[in-house]
């Protein structure tokens, strides 16, 4: 087994144990990198994997937090809805792993993210939705 399976392995297992919490910060890059005796860009490709499996999200400059997901299928379980209200209850909201998908845009486009765009739209999108629609036999 990789060294990176084993340290998504253990967080998966600090988890499940509730050794790591909601809230509490993941253990360090620095920290795994000495306990499983690898490479801290072994323990950053773990990191990504699990923040692609949306376990945990990125702060940056702060580290690795843990995603609650268990807390949101609890409220939405045990709690009645008032469907009279314009607004959903806030506490089934799930603020942290939006906060998670704008940082992640934004790193990724940070590079453009101000920068004037093509009139005709964003190039990579026009590619993928051409492709979607020859699949329909619709050429543009």
Do not use: W
């Amino acid at each position: 087994m990789s060294k990176y399976r084993e340290i998504v392995e253990f967080i998966n297992d600090e988890i499940e144990s509730r050794n790591i919490e909601h809230g509490e910060k993941m253990p360090t890059i620095r920290e795994l990198s000495e306990k499983f005796k690898c490479s801290k860009q072994t323990v950053v490709h773990a990191y990504e994997k699990l923040q692609g499996d949306h376990i945990v999200y990125s702060i940056p400059q702060s580290g690795y937090y843990l995603v609650d997901k268990k807390e949101i299928h609890e409220s939405k379980k045990n709690k009645v809805i008032d469907l009279l209200g314009g607004s959903p209850d806030e506490s089934i909201l799930p603020y942290e792993e939006f906060q998670h998908c704008l940082n992640q845009a934004i790193e990724i486009y940070k590079a453009s993210l101000f920068d004037y765009s093509s009139p005709k739209g964003l190039q990579s999108l026009i590619e993928i939705l051409k492709v979607h629609f020859e699949e329909y036999q619709i050429f543009l």
